[in-house]
T-cell receptor, first 111, second 116 residues
Framework: SQTIHQWPATLVQPVGSPLSLECTVE??????LYWYRQAAGRGLQLLFY??????ISSEVPQNLSASRPQDRQFILSSKKLLLSDSGFYLC??????????FGQGTRLTVV | QKEVEQNSGPLSVPEGAIASLNCTYS??????FFWYRQYSGKSPELIMF????GDKEDGRFTAQLNKASQYVSLLIRDSQPSDSATYLC????????????????FGTGTQLKVEL
């Protein structure tokens, strides 16, 4: 069966510091991978998605970037965090039928 | 108009009652519809999906889809305190993402409280 791992679970970072969140998927090959952000009391916002190694598409312009160095690895990064980057970050993979499965999430607080 | 709309709640129902959660969507080209449950501080988990008009039942859960009215709902029978969570409606819009695949868009969720 497919599993998705995401870490760390919780992160507190100062404004201006860099960020790297990692997500890996097991049990499937060439998955479509997604990064979502959920701000407090708000819905899930699609940030980036990837259909293959090195292929990244951005949904919204922002302070973040994403990379996919390996088939089952998806990384979310920032060079300098802003207060507005705080939120709950979720990595997901999507099946051919369209349903998405999520990792455990990373709660990021920028202070 | 939001692409996927839900009443934020909270919706309070007594234990054993039927909870009815509703969702509307704007894109008539939408193909597939999902309900996720999210406990506080946790990631969403898929509980139901529906592709065709009508009802789909899975245990205590029933999803209902009406494409003409652009409406999808989730009924939870015999509600339990463990059902207390936020329920997210998600829709694969007719929008095709660059590189393939439909855009999966989420509503803001309805908070359900099942009271003893």
């Amino acid at each position: 069966s497919q599993t998705i791992h995401q870490w760390p679970a919780t992160l507190v970072q100062p404004v201006g510091s860099p960020l790297s969140l990692e997500c890996t998927v097991e049990g499937t090959s060439n998955p479509n991978l997604y990064w979502y952000r959920q701000a407090a009391g708000r819905g899930l916002q699609l940030l980036f998605y990837s259909v293959g190694i090195g292929q990244i598409s951005s949904e919204v312009p922002q302070n973040l970037s994403a990379s996919r160095p390996q088939d089952r690895q998806f990384i979310l990064s920032s060079k300098k965090l802003l207060l507005s980057d705080s939120g709950f970050y979720l990595c997901a993979w999507k099946t051919g039928f369209g349903e998405a499965f999520f990792g455990q999430g990373t709660r990021l607080t920028v202070v | 108009q939001k692409e996927v709309e839900q009443n934020s709640g909270p919706l309070s129902v007594p234990e054993g009652a039927i909870a009815s959660l509703n969702c509307t969507y704007s894109d008539r080209g939408s193909q597939s519809f999902f309900w996720y449950r999210q406990y506080s501080g946790k990631s969403p988990e898929l509980i139901m999906f529906i592709y065709s008009n009508g009802d789909k039942e899975d245990g205590r859960f029933t999803a209902q889809l009406n494409k003409a009215s652009q409406y999808v709902s989730l009924l939870i029978r015999d509600s339990q305190p463990s059902d207390s969570a936020t329920y997210l409606c998600a829709v694969n819009l007719g929008v095709i993402l660059t590189g393939g695949g439909n855009k999966l868009t989420f509503g803001t969720g309805t908070q359900l409280k099942v009271e003893l």
